[in-house]
């Protein structure tokens, strides 16, 4: 469920579990995006006696919504390349596991259920990580992907009404460009329907989730930015006067702050 794998360009992933801001990042992401995935994830009839695979789980609030699901009967199997966000998890029926889903053989097989939230587009092995979820489902498992499109809604501020908004936007993009240093595929969530067909999935959906203003947005943006400033100033996208003043903005209030949308695809394996 989010930013936290090492990347094959730059210098490695560019937000890195362990910082302060990383836990407020995961927040932010719970807030803004386990309504949809909670909706999708009963849809596909998670009941009691599941096992299910929660890939790059980041923090615990998908994992303990799995557990609470499948009850005692059911395992939930919690990876990330790092857990310590996961790992308050780490009790019946959640086993939380270090793993690196695009360079290992899956944790397991015959789950009912594969998951993972922005995850893959960070990942570098990103084909190698989708037929290893496949291939851990058994036959008649569900697998539900969820990741953002940054390129199909790049603004912060789709409504760029003055000089605060215009600044954002510019920040917005630095941090794109930053991503996509690393090997970020920023139109990654709209391939998603095609590669679970291509990949053999039957019954392959998608739906995108995209809030337009949200105080979460605002707390996600802050949380980014303090963790990124570094890497802006150096890489000449910003300077630090400007960062100062962005947060000031975001923290006021009184800027609409969207997100990429966040395309959710779904599939079933024959």
């Known amino acids: 469920m989010g930013h936290r794998t090492g990347g094959a360009h730059g210098d490695g992933y560019l ?62 199997v919690a990876t990330d390349i790092d857990t310590s966000l996961v790992a308050a998890a780490d009790r019946p029926p959640v086993r939380v596991r270090v793993h690196d889903v695009g360079a290992e053989e899956p944790p397991g097989e015959d789950f009912d259920l594969v998951h993972a939230r922005l995850v893959l587009v960070h990942v570098p092995d990103r084909e190698r990580a989708l037929r290893s979820m496949i291939k851990a489902l058994r036959p008649g498992g569900r697998l539900l992907l969820e990741d953002a499109d940054p390129a199909l809604q ?57 809030p337009v203003a949200s105080r979460a947005c605002a707390a996600l943006e802050s949380a980014t930015v303090r963790q990124i400033r570094s890497r802006l100033v150096a890489a000449g996208l910003a300077t630090d006067e400007e960062i100062d003043r962005h947060l000031a903005h975001v923290a006021s209030g009184t800027m609409d702050l969207a997100t990429a949308p966040m395309i959710s695809a779904w599939g079933i394996k024959p």
Do not use: I
């Not at 937000?15 to 849809?43: I, K, M, S, V, Y």
């Not at 009691?48 to 059911?74: H, I, M, Y």
């Open 154 to 210: 790049p603004l912060l501020c789709p409504d760029e009404r003055g000089p605060a908004e215009e600044l954002a936007n510019r920040l917005r993009h630095g941090f794109r460009r930053l991503l996509a240093d690393r090997g970020a595929d920023l139109s990654y969530g709209r391939k998603l329907p095609g590669l679970l067909r291509a990949a053999g999935l039957q019954r392959v959906e998608a739906d995108a989730y995209f």
């Open 15 to 76: 937000l890195d579990n362990r910082q302060t801001e990383a836990g407020e990042r995961f927040d932010a992401f719970a807030r803004l995006f386990d309504p949809t995935t909670f909706r999708h994830l009963e849809a596909l009839g998670v009941d009691r006696g599941w096992r299910c695979w929660e890939v790059g789980a980041g923090g615990t609030s998908v994992v303990s919504w799995l557990a609470e699901r499948v009850g005692p009967t059911g395992e939930v």
